[in-house]
């Protein structure tokens, strides 16, 4: 297709504004798939994704829509990922992009998400249409949401199209406006091939299929090309577009996008942002922007039956086959027996990850506290990073800890700013910007250490705000604290997998709600159970579990025998449930006692 | 160890299911019969029997006729089914002969009736001698007749004598029980049981608690209990040899330390176990399904447990663990060695925090230890237990 004839754009919203929806109708509109297959809302492939309303995997939909101008034009749809973890991998399928749909609820108006994939829309120099979605709603207010686009996020909203993609109002005007008012694509078709993989999956077929933007020249099919950052060289096995359907072509030429399938079996090897040339007559630079994503947060899986060991690392090596930012080692830590260290991009990558091995794999798991990565400079000047806390080098060993901050974007109706702010003081944030972006809307930012927001962060923030706050965060650089090591006892054993850093100032208030939560977690067994929160060798508090006083069959003779033996057995597998530590069970409850005590103490 | 039955002979246990009406809080297999024991049913008992015979005949050491309400069967019927099943087996005897007897069926005719009949030992069902208590179980024999049943039984020349207790009834105060076991520790019996209540789902009491409509005491306050009765039956002269058992010198059961301490036993009768020649099986629960049982003779049933060298190991640890005399070390050393644990780390919590003792290689429950016997299984027990267990 001649360049003057694509539209490659992106649909920019906030979670629930309505952009499956309006993707769906935009779809429909271009006949690419049937009404039957419209059941399904078409772009989220995952039951998790639907049901938490979030699509976590970016794809590209290449369309042909003839315009009111009698030409025919190739619009290339391309999904990004709608969650504040990913905002790496949105950038780089917005940079796929020359223009976007920003999407906004009539009766939500923006918010923080919406404002952080602007910006990023913005910063990749994209012409941006807004579109007010929702408006057959009674509490729509689409002219406030113009206003506030203006506002808030400070873009020229006149030609905002009011629309109700659930009731396809306003779809042709869209259609339309994107012929009208997003630019075609700009590239050299003749000069040297530089395409942009803005996303990859695995396929179990075909092995990586990348998804890209060819920005100059051209690819194609059996051609071999290299990857400018990473070096490796493959040979072209498959090229082609969705239509959603796989279509097989033979040419991708710039301004084109589509995919490609190298022949490569480990997703890892592909980098999201990373370009690929020809290797004999090679572009003379990449595509600016490329960064390799390293996980940001870390947490100890752990099977509670050893036994399922085996099937939890076969359940992490499917699921890293699909998901280039997930990582995961094995671990062993004393109380836990065999696990793995598993690295996220994010808290909401980690609980879906979680989430997907209890459900899909039927797994029953113990995580440990998720921390992020520290940096620990020791008294030889070395800087050491720490994943795990129970590998903190010795206290005398260290110089100084550091820690990872965020820049953590919020976007809050007026009345419930007093209730973050106190959130944001307890989680040692730092205002670095307080502004009422409109008279009810006010626009938080703050440094915040990555750590405090790792657990139950998201949650306060939208139960404070009564789900009016929308958040948005990016990690940026690494900052001294005073950090130590809290400890956790377990009848004076000290359980590794509990261990974790904190500042100092909350260490005492920390060490003892986890103490207490623990002891309501703990069962009354056998043995009275000593819980205690220890820094180095000082102890902050003890909690005692007393021991059971009565559990016995009163009765049996002949036929109780069977009886017993049953009840035994049941009792047994009970315990199988928990982890041993020394003589006690701990059940899986009481390491999540770690995770629970943030959200008590606000 | 003393050697409480002879390995050699086999105790042979009766069920009787009749019952003139049905208690609230028992879940053993009993059909109401207000016409007293059917006709024929001691014929099929005998056919049952039948199915045991051998040349020479079994050794029999102990009997004990149970229910249900055995005593529903009269003194001379009782005889006639006696000398019947003395024709299968050899009944020795020095044969410990064991009749549960309600209170109300007790007087000095059916008394004298039961001894000339060959039964040595009764055992009477008092429950409680709290009136809201005996309502609470469904008990018809007020307090007064259970105790008179006790004292006549005494004097009509029964050396051996039992009564059960429940502990645990809704509405039973600490006091009302130690009451209870106070007033019968003065009656010339030798053996006394002392069951806390085990709520079994579906019966009416379980009903009633379920609905809220009855409160169980707390497990805290039924260890209290347990104690409590523990210290004055020891004051008394009772031991405590079995969780829920106590006997003066020479009163224990010596048919029921069969079933804890793994001997061989035939059970007649609807809902009878039976553990024989390596065998475990139990009766069909229902008259009919277990008349056609009879009728089509083979014994064993195929559905019959086989009991591996491992299995007849655990049950001697867990069922060992229910009587004073404990289980053999060789027997948990072995059952350790399946995990790979070593009996000295395994054991010297328990001892160190006295639910055990460990006496002539034997390691020996306490008081402590009985009533939290199940934790102290579920924490001797392999891991793996019971999936790890050998198949058959």
């Given at each position: 297709m001649e360049l003057s004839r694509i539209r490659n754009f992106s649909i920019i919203a906030h979670i629930d504004h309505g952009k499956t929806t309006l993707s769906d109708r935009i779809l429909e509109a271009t006949h690419a798939v049937s009404d039957r297959e419209m059941m399904a809302q078409f772009l989220d492939g995952m039951d998790l994704e639907r049901e938490r309303g979030i699509t976590i995997k970016a794809h590209a939909v290449s369309l042909h829509y003839t315009a009111k101008d009698g030409h025919e034009y190739l619009f290339n749809l391309i999904d990004t990922p709608g969650h504040v973890d990913f905002n790496y991998e949105v950038s780089r399928a917005l940079a796929s992009c020359d223009g976007a749909l920003l999407v906004v609820d009539a009766s939500q108006g923006v918010e923080a998400q919406t404002l952080a994939n602007a910006y990023l829309a913005v910063d990749e120099d994209l012409e941006i249409i807004p579109v007010i979605n929702k408006i057959d709603l009674p509490s729509a207010q689409p002219e406030h949401v113009v206003h506030e686009i203006e506002e808030v996020i400070g873009l020229d909203a006149s030609g905002a199209i009011f629309a109700s993609a659930k009731e396809r109002i306003g779809i042709s005007e869209i259609l339309e406006a994107i012929v009208e008012r997003l630019p075609a694509p700009t590239g050299d078709r003749d000069a040297p091939l530089k395409a942009m993989i803005f996303d990859s999956w695995y396929d179990s077929y075909r092995g990586v299929v990348m998804l890209v933007r060819v920005i100059d020249g051209r690819i194609s099919l059996k051609e071999k090309v290299r990857f400018m950052n990473q070096g490796s060289e493959h040979d072209v096995e498959n090229l082609g577009i969705f239509t959603p359907k796989p279509l097989q072509v033979k040419t991708l030429e710039a301004g084109e996008v589509g995919f490609v399938i190298l022949g490569i079996k480990d997703v890892h090897e592909v980098s999201i942002g990373d370009t690929l040339t020809h290797p004999g007559r090679p572009a003379a630079e990449a595509f600016p922007g490329f960064k390799q994503i390293k996980p940001m947060v870390f947490a100890g899986l752990y099977p509670v039956d050893a036994s399922d060991y085996p099937d939890l690392r076969d359940a992490l090596e499917k699921l890293r086959l699909n998901d280039s930012s997930f990582v995961f080692e094995p671990e062993t830590s004393e109380a836990l027996g065999f696990g793995f260290r598993c690295g996220f991009l994010g808290f909401l990558h980690m609980e879906i990850i979680q989430e997907r091995l209890e459900r899909e794999f039927n797994l029953d798991l113990i995580s440990t506290a998720p921390n992020v990565r520290y940096q620990v400079l020791n008294k030889k000047g070395d800087v050491v990073d720490v994943e795990n806390p129970s590998k903190l080098p010795p206290l005398m060993e260290i110089e100084e800890i550091r820690e990872p901050y965020a820049a953590v974007t919020v976007l809050t109706r007026a009345e419930y700013v007093g209730n973050l702010l106190k959130l944001f003081e307890e989680r040692r944030g730092t205002q670095t910007q307080f502004h009422y972006a409109s008279k009810d809307t006010v626009l938080l930012k703050y440094d915040v250490p990555l750590n405090e927001i790792i657990v139950d962060f998201y949650d306060r923030l939208k139960t404070l705000s009564r789900g009016y706050a929308s958040m948005d965060y990016q990690v940026e650089g690494y900052r001294a604290g005073d950090l130590v090591k809290l400890d956790i006892l377990v009848n004076t054993k000290q359980v590794d997998a509990l261990s974790f850093i904190v500042h100092r100032s909350q260490a005492d208030p920390k060490g003892r709600a986890i103490a207490t939560k623990m002891k309501e977690a703990i069962p009354r067994q056998l043995f009275e159970v000593v819980i205690q929160a220890a820094l180095g060798a000082k102890i902050i508090c003890r909690t005692v579990v007393k021991p059971l006083r009565k559990n016995v069959i009163a009765k049996c003779y002949g036929g109780d025998i069977s009886r017993k033996r049953k009840l035994l057995e049941k009792q047994k597998e009970g315990k199988k449930r928990m982890k041993q530590v020394g003589e006690v069970q701990i059940p899986q409850e009481a390491f999540l006692s770690i995770l629970r005590i943030q959200g008590d103490q606000d | 160890m003393k050697a409480w039955f002879d390995a050699a002979a086999v105790g042979l246990y009766v069920h009787v299911p009749f019952c003139a009406s049905l208690c609230g809080y028992c879940d053993f297999f009993r059909v109401e019969s207000p016409g007293g024991v059917p006709v024929g049913f001691e014929a099929l008992l005998v056919e049952e029997a039948a199915l045991f015979g051998e040349t020479p005949p079994l050794q029999v050491d102990t009997v004990f006729f149970g229910g249900g309400t055995p005593s529903l069967l009269g003194p001379d019927r009782l005889g006639r089914l006696l000398a019947e099943l003395g024709r299968v087996f050899e009944?020795?005897?020095?044969a410990e002969i064991t009749l549960e007897a309600n209170p109300e069926t007790v007087n000095e005719a059916s008394l004298a009736g039961w001894r000339q009949a060959g039964v040595t030992r009764l055992s009477i069902g008092v429950q409680s001698l709290t009136p809201g208590v005996l309502a609470a179980l469904e008990r018809r024999a007020p307090a007064a007749t259970a105790l008179a049943a006790v004292e006549l039984a005494a004097r009509s020349g029964f050396k051996h004598l039992s009564a059960d207790v429940m502990s645990g009834v809704p509405g039973q105060g600490g006091g009302d029980l130690e009451d209870t076991v106070e007033r019968l520790a003065e009656?010339?019996?030798?053996h006394l049981s002392v069951y806390s209540l085990d709520l079994h789902p579906k019966t009416p009491l379980w009903e009633a608690v379920a609905a809220g409509n009855l409160t169980l005491p707390g497990d805290d306050e039924a260890a209290d209990q347990f104690l409590a009765v523990h210290g004055i039956l020891q004051q008394r002269g009772f031991e405590h040899y079995e969780v829920s058992n106590y006997a003066r010198p020479g009163g224990r059961s010596r048919h029921n330390l069969r079933y804890w301490q793994g001997g061989q036993t035939v059970g007649l009768g609807p809902s009878a176990w039976s553990r024989f020649k390596g065998r475990l099986w139990g009766n069909p629960r229902s008259l009919d399904a277990w008349t056609r049982r009879v009728r089509e003779g083979g014994t064993p049933p195929g559905d019959a447990e086989r009991l591996t060298p491992e299995r007849e190991r655990e049950d001697r640890v867990i069922f060992g663990l229910r009587v004073s005399d404990g289980a053999g070390l060789q027997d948990l050393i072995d059952l350790f060695a399946v995990d790979q644990r070593e009996a000295d780390v395994v054991l010297k919590p328990l001892l160190a925090h006295g639910y055990a003792v460990v006496e002539d290689s034997r390691l020996k429950l306490t008081v402590q230890g009985f009533l939290m016997s199940n934790e102290v299984l579920t924490y001797l027990l392999p891991r793996s237990w019971p999936r790890a267990r050998p198949e058959a």
């Open positions: - | 009944i020795r005897p020095s009656l010339p019996l030798d």
